[in-house]
């Protein structure tokens, strides 16, 4: 599995059956294989926790932990925030972690983690790895100043953001994350300005880059091969580590749990949500769009964006264009072959 | 060996040589220096295996804390005043995760005004948090109180916080004998967790639990209080063995035997106290003393015992809770209540923001508490026209401006007006 680092980090395959873009195992080598599709997995989530059906985090959870636990020969420690991942993994005295786990706050996670890292690192277990993970919330609002300060110290920690873009766990209430016009409980969809602000947005993978830490990625659940790749090779790095995963949640989007993969790929293909990698401060990588689609086409699905559907061409929607195409200039998410 | 030396130099001195193995560390006035001390010691090798991590705020330092913790370190931090409840949620969280974190405490007013001194605000605010408090009356009693509740907070496995007085300890020079790394050692084994997060033994710390088992986590987090305050008094006679002199264990008593009245206080006030008892007693006035060292966990059986057969207690209180009085007199008569005879707890309100508590204005207030004593808080040193001045001014006027700022302004030119 460790060879996966010596590929391209957007593998060319020839074949790949469009709409879905789906690559399946059987059409790479052996060794490039996905970790999940590996007998010898962890199942560090193990099944009978309760996420909703259609959860993105859940499935992003399952795929990097594992993929950090195969990284590190299962020497992980898994720093969770409150939030949603730790509320429908642990009630009591349930667990679906079967790795070593450990939940304090909600805004603390990044803290705790260097805190265990610094513990190991005392007690010279050089082969415990530190991973902490959180929401969206977790990690944009509350949590920065932890994450921050650890990002600053270089701390040994990989932490992972699961983004689904609200704070789910409480009812779908508006975070940092929550994009321009989403309706959420708190951004409601009423009056003449109905749902999120048109605010500046907060990329914490950017923050992270300011810091010049050694690696930051972005991922999404619609590319588990890619978040896979990004996961062991962070895992491959010591120091701050950050990986951003845009997680669709169906509860929180108004869309149907079937569609979290076609969502989450939307994201990616509209220019919504930038898949890139980038290390010491500098972007190194942009994962092309395959199929550029326009906005539309990721809002539609969603009762969160429903209002902006209501009347014909309203305005808002070009304002969430410009804000997607300037993704695209920005990250230059456009192979040049396909540029016209 | 004995120095003379500054409290925080001589306390970072005594916890050096509790081998921490993760200091966090927060800058914030008074408890500075001693994370000052810590850092120049483990930059220095003088402290060996230990990382001094620079957190990003006092809520970082109590997370980074949780987490060495609860990876099976020993941890220490320090903080003080508004650094206290800016770490206030996790502070919580260590005592509920059963973390055994020693922390010390700069005892400081809180804000606002905004104020450095000392005064026990911050260490009232979160004694229901979880922790055991054990007050320092002198510097020697700090560094010796932080040896002991390594020990004590790792055998029963509940954080412990150490309240020195700020300034008036952390800041004074005194005579303080450091104790030799051999006799710690002897005293204080390596930190043994009663859980540890590890790969080799994975586990999940730090579940949701609802209502089903809420209540038994809460009945087994109060019954360790239980034991510790069992294991106070022994490790503080294991203590006297080893080094040869002791912190009184949960209370000391200061000629109690035909007291009329007894003071209950906690912290550097005691000494202040126990000379103005001296001076009390030639003029005829016997006033004794109990000297509270820990106050959580509340030692109510010893001082029932302490207290017996006493008429008036009075407690010198350095915070108070608004509209309700004084917490250690609250708890006291809590305490108390079962006795025969209850002694009457009369309260007075000292030291705020670290005004000095003088011998005169204690004698005054003793000889009231035996004259008159009174119901309610009594201010010490209040200045008492400033207050009615004030009080007039902002029930006539509606704009009447910020209270402080106002008081100040009375203070600065008390011919205003």
């Known amino acids: 599995m460790n ?94 972690w079967q790795v070593a786990w450990v939940h304090s706050l909600f805004g603390n996670a990044a803290a705790v983690a260097t805190g265990v890292a610094a513990a190991y690192r005392v007690k010279g277990r050089k082969e415990v790895r530190v991973m902490a993970q959180g929401g969206d919330g977790g990690t944009t609002d509350i949590g920065l100043g932890c994450l921050s300060g650890m990002f600053e110290r270089n701390d ?27 309706r959420t409980a708190t951004t409601d969809a009423v009056g003449p300005e109905p749902g999120n602000v048109f605010g500046t947005g907060k990329s914490v993978a950017r923050i992270a880059m300011a ?36 997680v669709p949640c169906p509860l929180g989007w108004g869309a149907q749990s079937h569609d979290t993969i076609r969502l989450a790929r939307l994201a990616v293909e509209t220019g919504i949500f930038p898949v890139y990698e980038g290390e010491y401060g500098k972007v190194t990588e942009s994962r092309k769009i395959r199929d550029r689609q326009p906005v539309e086409a990721f809002l539609k699905p969603q009762r969160r964006f429903a209002h902006l559907f209501k009347k014909p061409n309203d305005p808002r929607i070009a304002q969430i264009q410009a804000i997607a195409d300037a993704n695209i200039a920005e990250f230059d998410l456009i192979a040049k072959e396909d540029q016209e | 060996m ?44 003088a402290i060996k295996n230990c990382e001094f991590i620079n957190v990003e705020s006092e809520f970082g330092a109590m997370s980074a804390c949780i987490g060495s913790s609860v990876a099976g370190a020993r941890t220490y931090t320090a903080t003080a005043s508004q650094g206290l409840l800016f770490m206030c949620e996790a502070v919580y969280n260590a005592s509920g995760m059963g973390l055994p974190i020693v922390m010390t405490l700069g005892v400081r007013a809180i804000g606002a005004p905004i104020n450095i001194w000392n005064d026990h605000s911050d260490a009232m605010a979160l004694r229901d948090a979880g922790w055991l408090q054990l007050f320092a009356e002198n510097n020697q009693e700090a560094g010796d109180l932080h040896i002991q509740a390594f020990k004590l907070a790792e055998a029963v496995s509940i954080p412990v916080m150490v309240c020195v007085d700020g300034f008036i300890l952390t800041h ?9 790394q051999e006799d710690v050692d002897a005293y204080l084994p390596p930190f043994d967790p009663v859980q540890v997060v590890d790969p080799k033994a994975p586990m999940s710390i730090g579940s949701m639990v609802g209502p089903e088992a809420f209540t038994e986590v809460r009945w087994l987090q109060n019954y360790k209080y239980g034991q510790a305050e069992k294991m106070i008094p022994a490790l503080n006679t294991e203590f006297k ?69 006493h008429k008036t207690v009075v407690c010198v209180e350095r915070a108070f809770n608004f509209g309700m009085g004084g917490p250690l007199s609250s708890d006291l008569e809590h305490a108390l209540k079962t006795l025969p005879n209850t002694p009457r707890v009369l309260t007075c309100i000292a030291g705020l ?47 009447s401006g910020p209270l402080a700022e106002n008081v100040v302004a009375r203070v600065k030119t008390p011919a205003a007006e």
Not at chain 1, 5 to 34: H, I
Not at chain 1, 161 to 181: F, H, I, K, L, W
């Open chain 1, 3 to 96: 060879n996966i680092l010596d590929l391209e980090p957007t593998q060319k395959l020839k074949f790949y059956q469009k709409g879905t873009f789906t690559v399946g195992n059987r059409l790479v080598s052996e060794e490039e294989r996905a970790v999940q599709s590996s007998m010898g997995r962890s199942n560090s989530i193990n099944c009978g926790h309760r996420g909703c059906r259609g959860c993105g985090e859940a499935l992003g959870a399952r795929f990097a932990v594992d993929a950090a636990m195969r990284a590190c020969d299962n020497n992980l420690v898994v720093v969770n925030a409150t939030g949603c991942l730790e509320v429908f993994s642990t009630p009591y005295p349930e667990s679906a």
């Open chain 1, 156 to 182: 040994d920690v990989m932490y992972i953001c699961y983004d689904n873009e609200a704070y789910m766990n409480t009812g779908v209430q508006r975070s940092s994350a929550t994009p321009p016009a989403a």
């Open chain 1, 211 to 246: 810091h010049r830490i050694p690696y930051v990625a972005t991922a999404t659940v619609a590319d588990l091969h890619d978040l896979e790749r990004k996961v062991i090779k962070s895992m491959s790095i010591h120091g701050a580590r950050y990986i951003h995963i845009n």
């Open chain 2, 2 to 45: 004995l120095k003379q030396i500054e409290g925080s130099v001589s306390t970072a001195e005594a916890i050096g040589l509790c081998r921490p193995e993760v200091i966090c560390a927060y800058p914030i006035t008074p408890q500075t220096h001693i994370v000052e001390g810590l850092g120049r010691m483990v930059k220095q090798g």
């Open chain 2, 172 to 180: 004074a020079v005194e005579r303080v004998d450091i104790p030799t």
């Open chain 2, 241 to 309: 063995a080893r080094f040869g002199r002791d912190t009184g264990g949960l209370l000391r008593t200061y000629k109690m035997d035909d007291a009329e009245i007894v003071a209950v206080a906690m912290g550097s006030v005691n000494g202040t106290i126990k000379d103005t008892i001296d001076q009390l007693r030639e003029e005829g006035l016997k006033v004794g003393l109990v000297t509270l060292v820990s106050y959580r966990p509340f030692p109510a059986e010893a001082l029932k015992a302490a207290l017996k057969g």
């Open chain 2, 353 to 399: 923001g670290g005004r000095p508590i003088t011998r005169a204005s204690l004698r005054e207030m003793f000889k009231k508490a035996k004259k008159e004593p009174w119901n309610g808080m009594l201010f010490l040193d209040l200045n008492q026209k400033i207050v009615d001045d004030e009080v007039k001014h902002m029930t006539s006027v509606r704009k």
